[in-house]
């Protein structure tokens, strides 16, 4: 009797087991939500204000989902998966697939010297030029600096760029750290040109877009327009606006390649898989890895790339530990993000969920069987409304202070002060209003890497910020000019009564 109530308890067990695994099994194997997804987009385009965005998901070495989200342009075109997307930095791995390609062809040697290519190539330090190695500029470990700007640019050409960091210093020691450098990568460009023997341009569309089967990818930006270019647009205090591209054939290398969201879904499946797309294999599995490792973010669940410029934001990214991804290369989710909007100015300020980093996390939870996380308390809306009411504030203080110059010329003119008071009381005005703005306008520039109409296309909200720099240098020139009037002026003679 007992020995029959173990065998029941057992089957029962067994059976609960196997049912159990079975749920599991079906939850982990169930169909895709796309319903959710398209839910997802639009909320965060909504949130984000986002006018247009074309979403790509690929597994293994299959298109997945593809799809285009609300405006290309401000006549209302709507969003394909054709919709041509300036992509950034991630035209950066186009460039370091193009460099990989004349290692795997014995043109170029990873730890060979630039210089052995380009003689010319040089810096202001001839000794740590001399060091810098094709390695070292795919790393971001050459040294160079993040930008460099120079007056009255003649040729737009990339090997135009390379010449004039001639005039550029190194920030670091070349292979001694990781800084990121657009202008590393221009050399790399012009690199490609000298080892291929083909414009920077003619050899990404016949080595990568032609037989990656990339039709609406475009290295020209008249052609882009051509084929539908879609609008770029900044934010100014939250609202989107449209802005021209400041498109430069020096920067094809390091950011401003052009390609739609399904192009783009077929060169990440190249990336995933090894093996290339639809039989085409433009790079062998190692190279393809060597790239991925030496200038993709790597976290512990994906490998990524994102791109921005002034008006357009790229995403590439590929989910899954390494391990599962090299063992289960069909099994491994990819997702491409574009939108044609740039940063805001206070996205540096803002918690990674309330960027757009976002929409591809929020995409890869959907994929895992996952809720996507609820956004920050901080999300950029009220991080904009912050700044509404410290507008506020900062006028009412700026009247505050004009109101606070007028006072004290009256009171010198009434209690006849001392010169000494005078400067006491309106020197810490002076250096705030002046002095703080004037070095900020001047500093910028440097500590960001960016010239300020650079910046200003970039980040239309910065207009705002110039304003009010204005407003207090206009202020601080009032307050040294109503002090210049008093220094100068001679104080009256007092008056004596006449004896009666």
Known sequence: MRKRMRIQVLATVLITICITLQIIGSQKNSPIDFTKIDDYIQHEMKEGRIPGLALGIVKGDEIIYQKGYGIADHDGTPVTVNTPFIIGSVSKTFTALGIMQLVEKDKIELDAPVQRYIPWFTLQNPDYSAKVTVRDLLMHKSGLPREHYTAGRSVDSIKQRVRELHSADFWNTPGAQ????????????????????????????????????????????????DHGLAQGYGYMMGIPIPIAPNYLVRSLPSGYLISSVQDMNQYLISQINGVGYNGTQVLSPNGILQVQNYMWHSTPNSIEHGGATESFRAYMGIVGSKSKRLANPKDTWGIVVLHNCSES??????????KIVRIPEGIARILEQRTPQPPSKTSMRSLYQLIYGGTAIIILFLIYLTAGVVSIQK???????????????????????????????????????????????????LYFVCSFLMILILLGISELLIVFFILKRKPSSPSHPTAG
């Open 411 to 461: 009171k010198y003119e009434q209690k006849r002060r001392s010169k000494k008071q005078l400067l006491i009381r309106l020197i810490p005005n002076i250096l705030l209003n002046l002095v703080l703005p004037i070095g900020i306008f001047i500093l910028a520039p440097n500590k960001m890497g960016q010239s300020w109409k650079m910046m200003l296309t970039i980040i239309p909200d």
């Open 345 to 354: 100015i206070l996205t540096p300020f803002a918690p990674r969920d309330a």
């Open 178 to 225: 990781s800084l990121y450098s657009n202008v590393g990568y221009a050399v790399l460009g012009h690199l490609i040109e000298v080892a291929s023997g083909q414009s920077y341009q003619t050899y990404i569309q016949d080595r990568i877009f032609s037989p990656l089967e990339m039709h609406h990818s475009y290295t020209s930006l008249q052609v882009a327009k």
